[in-house]
């Protein structure tokens, strides 16, 4: 079983929706990241969470650590947020490693 | 102010050769590390470096080493590629070795042939 399990793989939606993708672990973490990669490769840090909920924009992040689930959640979805969403844990010890989900495929259709 | 730069941007090899890869850190950062991402696959992490040592390894072969340099920057090497080592290589640099957010590079798109 991996470490870090997201949820939808893929998920395709029309502009407008509310979109919520889902991030599982099952070690303990100093921190999560989530990630957005758009076709190219290039990795943007959307949010680093340790406890409760952030919020940039549009974008929501929340985080459970006692239940050991984060969401990322997109307000009012549009075409440019189209890319791969990556969720990433950083374990309870000195280094960044970080520990990577498997990315869900956001296609969002105008 | 500049971001992580990786170079080169996209590299063609073939099986045996060898492969330096580097990456610039964002300035005032001191960690850097490096991933490697296969098609169709999350990032799996390889090494990180801090203040030019390592502090962490990935589980992968002695073919790869890296280094990092009095400025903070750092070298990937690859000794006699493998068709499975055809990945996207990033780098990501961080203020300090713990606790800090990552930033990462556009990637270097290796192809071995």
């Known amino acids: 079983k991996n470490e870090v399990e997201q949820s939808p793989q893929n998920l395709t939606a029309q502009e407008g929706e509310f979109i919520t993708i889902n991030c599982s672990y099952s070690v303990g973490i100093s921190a999560l990241h989530w990630l957005q990669q758009h076709p190219g490769g290039g990795i943007v840090s959307l949010f680093m969470?340790?406890?409760g909920k952030k919020k940039h924009g549009r974008l929501i992040a929340t985080i459970n650590i006692q239940e050991k689930h984060s969401s990322l959640h997109i307000t009012a979805s549009h075409p440019r947020d189209s890319a791969v969403y990556i969720c990433?844990?950083?374990?309870?010890?000195?280094?960044?490693?970080?520990?990577f989900g498997t990315g869900t495929r956001l296609t969002i259709i105008p | 102010d500049a971001g992580v730069t990786q170079s080169p941007t996209h590299l063609i090899k073939t099986r045996g050769q060898h492969v330096t890869l580097r990456c610039s850190p964002i300035?005032?950062?001191?960690?850097v590390s490096w991933y490697q991402q296969v098609l169709g696959q999350g990032p799996q992490f390889i090494f990180q470096?801090?203040?030019?040592?390592?502090?962490g390894r990935g589980n992968f072969p002695d073919r790869f080493s890296a280094r990092q340099f009095p400025n903070y920057s750092s070298e990937l090497n690859v000794n006699a590629l493998l068709l499975g080592d055809s990945a996207l290589y990033l780098c990501?640099?961080?203020?300090?070795?713990?606790?800090?957010?990552?930033?990462f590079g556009p990637g270097t798109r290796l192809t071995v042939t």
């Open positions: 470096y801090y203040e030019k040592e390592e502090r």
């Open positions: 300035s005032g950062h001191k960690s």
């Open positions: 990433a844990v950083r374990p309870n010890f000195g280094n960044e490693k970080l520990t």
């Open positions: 990501a640099s961080s203020l300090g070795a713990g606790g800090y957010e990552q930033y």
């Open positions: 969470l340790s406890s």
